[in-house]
C-alpha cells in the first residue's frame, strides 16, 4: 500500500474540474496535464525512440482514464512545495443537468477550457453561470492558440460581455508566424518557450524584457489592485509589485470570485501545460479554504466544515461500472473514511461496512486505507450504490444532497 501522498498538508491540495464546450480540447488537455505530472514520477527513466514511448503513454493513460470520474496526480511547480491535484470530469452538457450540480458541489475550483477560434460557446456559458451560482473559483484556459484564426484578445472580450467575466491575464501568448510556441508569465516575468516536443525553457526577464511587458504587467497589476487593498497600496506607493505579492492578490480574488485568471495554450502543441499546472496551486483553492456546506438532518440544517475530527460526511458523486463491480466516487466533507469502518448511507437508511477505497491515478488505481475531510476517493464493491447518496457517521446521519439541487423531490418531507 502506497504512502506516497501522505506527506502533503491538506492546504496543498488541489480538487479541480476541467469544464469546456464540446470540442474545446477538454480530454487532450486532461491527457496532456496528465502526462505532465507522470512524467514527474519517470525522470530518471531512459526513454529510447522517444516519439514512440510518448505516444505509447499517451494511449495507455486514454485507456486506463477513460471513465474515472476522478483522477489524482502531483505537481511540484518550479522551486516550490509538491502538490496533489485531483482531476474531476465535469459533464459540459446541460443534458447532464444533474451530474453537473454534482460536480460542480465536489470540486473546490475549475479551469474553463475554450477555443481561442470558437470563442465562447453555449455549453460553456450555461456552465460558467452555474459554477459561479456554486461560488467555485474559476480560471480560463484558452487552448487552440496554434489554429489559424485563434484570437486571444477576442476570446478575453467574449468572456466579459457573454460571461460578465472578470479575466485577469496572467500570461500572453508567444506568437511565431501563426502557431503559439510560448507564454509571457506576466506574473513571474518569466518567459516559457516550448520545442517541437513541447519541452518547456524557461527565461528571467532580462531589462529589455522588462520594458516590453511592463505595459502588459502594469494592466494586470492595476486589474488586481481594483479589488485588493493590500496589492493597491502598493501600487498607490509607487512601489513594486513582486512576483509573490501579484500571485498572493490574485490568489485572494479568484477564491473571493473577483476575477479570473487566464492563461492562452495549446493543448495539441503541448504549449502551456506546465504554466497551467503552476497556476492550479497558485490561484485555485485548497479544500480548507473553502466555506462549510450546508447538511441536512432530522433536527434542521447543520454546517459541515471541512474538519478531519468532526464526524464523517461523504456525497458519492459518480459510480462507474467496470467489469470487476461498481466504482463509487465520493468527496468527503468531513471527518474519515476507514477501511472497515461502518458508515450510515442515506440511500437505504441503513450501515454498512467500507471493504475497500481506492485512489484512480493515470498509471494504476491504488488501494488506500482511508480518506478523510476534503479527499476524493472509490469505493469498491458496494453493488447498489447511487449517486447522490450521503456516507455518514452512524451517530450523526446528515443528507448532503441539497433541498436546492432537487426540490421538487424534497418538498413533500
Ligand atoms: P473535447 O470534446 O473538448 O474533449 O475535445 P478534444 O480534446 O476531443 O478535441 C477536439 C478536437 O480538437 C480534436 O480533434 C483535437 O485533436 C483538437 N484539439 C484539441 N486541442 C487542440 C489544440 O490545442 N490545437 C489544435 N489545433 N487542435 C486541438
Known amino acids: 500500500m502506497s504512502t506516497r501522498d501522505t506527506t502533503i498538508p491538506v492546504g496543498r491540495w488541489r480538487n479541480l474540474g476541467i469544464i469546456a464546450h464540446v470540442d474545446a480540447g477538454k480530454t487532450t488537455l486532461t491527457e496532456r496535464l496528465l502526462y505532465k505530472t507522470g512524467t514527474i514520477h519517470r525522470t530518471g527513466e531512459v526513454h529510447d525512440g522517444a516519439t514512440t514511448t510518448d505516444h505509447m503513454e499517451l494511449e495507455r493513460e486514454r485507456g486506463i482514464t477513460i471513465g474515472a470520474a476522478a483522477v489524482r496526480a502531483n505537481w511540484t511547480p518550479q522551486g516550490g512545495q509538491p502538490h496533489r491535484l485531483t482531476l474531476i470530469d465535469t459533464p459540459g452538457h446541460i443534458d447532464f443537468a ?87 508569465d506576466l506574473v513571474s516575468e518569466r518567459t516559457w518557450l516550448f520545442d517541437e516536443k513541447g519541452t518547456p525553457a524557461i527565461t528571467p526577464w532580462g531589462e529589455a524584457e522588462r520594458a516590453t511587458h511592463a505595459a502588459a504587467r502594469a494592466e494586470l497589476v492595476a486589474a488586481v489592485a481594483e479589488y485588493d487593498d493590500a496589492l493597491a497600496e502598493r501600487w498607490l506607493a509607487d512601489q513594486p509589485v513582486d512576483a509573490d505579492a501579484l500571485a498572493a492578490a490574485l490568489r485572494r480574488g479568484t477564491l473571493a470570485g473577483l476575477g479570473q485568471p487566464v492563461l492562452p495554450g495549446s493543448a495539441f502543441r503541448n504549449v502551456g501545460i506546465e504554466p497551467l499546472l503552476d497556476a ?134
Do not use: C
Not at 477550457?113 to 480560463?140: D, K, N
Not at 485563434?150 to 457573454?162: S, Y
Not at 463491480?325 to 477501511?339: D, E, N, T, W
Open 280 to 413: 492550479f496551486v497558485a490561484y485555485l483553492p485548497s479544500p480548507i479554504d473553502r466555506p462549510s456546506v450546508v447538511a441536512h438532518t432530522d433536527n434542521g440544517d447543520v454546517q459541515v466544515a471541512p474538519d478531519a475530527g468532526a464526524p464523517l460526511a461523504a456525497l458519492v458523486f459518480k459510480v462507474v461500472n467496470q467489469s470487476h463491480g461498481p466504482l463509487a466516487f465520493v468527496r468527503v466533507y468531513a471527518g474519515r473514511l476507514h477501511v472497515g469502518d461502518a458508515v450510515w448511507r442515506s440511500g437505504s437508511d441503513r450501515t454498512q461496512r467500507v471493504g475497500r477505497l481506492a485512489v484512480v491515478r493515470a498509471e494504476d488505481t491504488e488501494a488506500v486505507e482511508a480518506a478523510e475531510a476534503g479527499d476524493i476517493v472509490a469505493i469498491a464493491g458496494w453493488k447498489d450504490v447511487a449517486t447522490g447518496e450521503t456516507l455518514a457517521d452512524v451517530h450523526h446521519p446528515v443528507r448532503l444532497e441539497t433541498i436546492q439541487a432537487q426540490p421538487a423531490v424534497l418538498s413533500w418531507r
Open 98 to 184: 444533474i451530474e453537473v450540480e454534482r460536480s460542480l458541489r465536489v470540486l473546490d475550483g475549475a479551469v474553463v477550457v475554450f477555443s481561442g477560434v470558437a470563442g465562447v460557446q453555449p455549453q460553456s456559458e450555461t456552465v460558467w453561470h452555474q459554477a459561479r451560482r456554486h461560488g467555485v473559483p474559476l480560471m480560463a484556459f484558452v487552448n487552440k492558440m496554434d489554429r489559424p484564426g485563434a484570437d486571444f484578445d477576442a476570446t478575453l472580450a467574449q468572456m466579459r460581455e457573454k460571461l460578465g467575466a472578470n479575466p485577469w491575464v496572467v500570461a500572453r501568448p508567444v506568437i511565431d508566424g501563426e502557431h503559439i510556441v510560448g507564454l509571457v
